[in-house]
Structures are given as C-alpha cells and as structure tokens.
Nanobody
Framework: VQLQAFGGGLVQTGGSLRLSCAAS????????MGWFRQAPGKEREFVAG????????FYVDSMKGRFTISRDNDQYTVSLQMNNLTPDDTAVYYC??????????????????WGQGTQVTVSS
C-alpha cells in the first residue's frame, strides 16, 4: 500500500492542524497505523498509533490530550488532529502502516509502509 501524508503547514503557537494520511487501496493487510515525526537534528520519534480493526489508539505521553489519531474507513484515511501546538512540535510528520504485531508499534521497525512526510512549522 502507498501512503500519502498531507495537511502540514505553518501555524502559530496555540494553533491547530489536521494531518491526513491516505492509503492507495483498502488496507486489508494493515494491522496498525502510526504517526512519527522528525525535528531537525533529531531522531524520528513515535507520536501516535491506531490499531486498524479495533480503532484502539495510543500516544506518547506528551501528546495525550493535544493530539488525536482517528480513522476514516470509507476513505482509507488516518488523521492526526493536533491542538495547542508549540514550537517544539515543529517537525516533518510521517505516517506509517504496520502489517503485523511482531514488533512494538512504538518503534519504527514495526512499520512496513511509509508516507513521504509533511512539514509542520509552529512559530512562536
């Protein structure tokens, strides 16, 4: 499956953005979806994840209450609603899909497909 992430942009501190990740086909072989981000000079880090069938969601503690991951089954799309953004949230955001539960979904190793990334910039 091919993934395309979009919705990034420039926003002021305290603002919101909604990222979306569209799959090229029905993700019948996808076990989970995840969002990662990579800030300049830093390693890519996990942000949020969603188990496709159950829609169970999980987040890094610092994102809880600010970020919401959700699924639109009809459009094969996973979204990340981001509220109360700060400059520390500035990064390239990537969506990813995992086909199995073999690895921890908190790590990049678990994910088989990746989108191209979308830039989020939060100004102070």
């Amino acid at each position: 499956v091919q993934l395309q992430a979009f919705g990034g942009g420039l926003v002021q501190t305290g603002g919101s953005l909604r990222l979306s990740c569209a799959a090229s086909r029905r993700p019948f072989d996808v076990y989970a979806m995840g969002w990662f981000r990579q800030a300049p000079g830093k390693e890519r880090e996990f942000v949020a994840g969603l188990i496709w069938v159950s829609q169970y969601t999980f987040y890094v503690d610092s994102m809880k209450g600010r970020f919401t991951i959700s699924r639109d089954n009809d459009q094969y799309t996973v979204s990340l609603q981001m509220n109360n953004l700060t400059p520390d949230d500035t990064a390239v955001y990537y969506c990813a899909a995992s086909r199995s539960r073999r690895y921890s979904l908190w790590t990049q190793h678990a994910y088989d497909y990746w989108g191209q990334g979308t830039q989020v910039t939060v100004s102070s």
